[in-house]
């Protein structure tokens, strides 16, 4: 099991940039990928991007391609989502998610999950 501690959630106004943080910790070597994944009140929960642990291969939704970043520091076993120009339809819980799959884009590809971080984007 991969134990994921996100932080960097915030309070923003539109237009302004967050930086999210995934530690992981425990059977870190069982995930091949990293995920970021949000869920906004009375929605379900979606796929924001995705990293590959060892070619660092991304893949994002269409929704932040351009405006969102993730990356990731192996060292550290530590994923980031760098987020600029923000927009109100950002806010969400933000959840990191460890998977033993290439590049997945769903949920249920993912077996670990972290506790989540608030992000509120204001207009």
């Known amino acids: 099991q991969v134990q994921l501690v996100e932080s960097g959630g915030d309070l923003v106004q539109a237009g302004g940039s967050l930086r999210l943080s995934c530690a992981a910790s425990g059977r870190t070597f069982s995930s091949n990928a990293m995920g970021w994944f949000r869920q906004a009140p009375g929605k379900e929960r979606e796929f924001v991007a995705t990293i590959n642990w060892n070619s660092g291969v991304r893949d994002y939704a269409d929704s932040v391609k351009g405006r969102f970043t993730i990356s990731r520091d192996n060292a550290k076993n530590t994923v980031y989502l760098q987020m600029n120009s923000l927009k109100p339809e950002d806010t969400a819980v933000y959840y990191c998610?460890?998977?033993?799959?290439?590049?997945?884009?769903?949920?249920?590809?993912?077996?670990?999950w972290g506790q989540g971080t608030q992000v509120t984007v204001s207009s």
């Open positions: 998610a460890a998977s033993g799959y290439g590049l997945p884009r769903t949920e249920y590809e993912y077996n670990d």
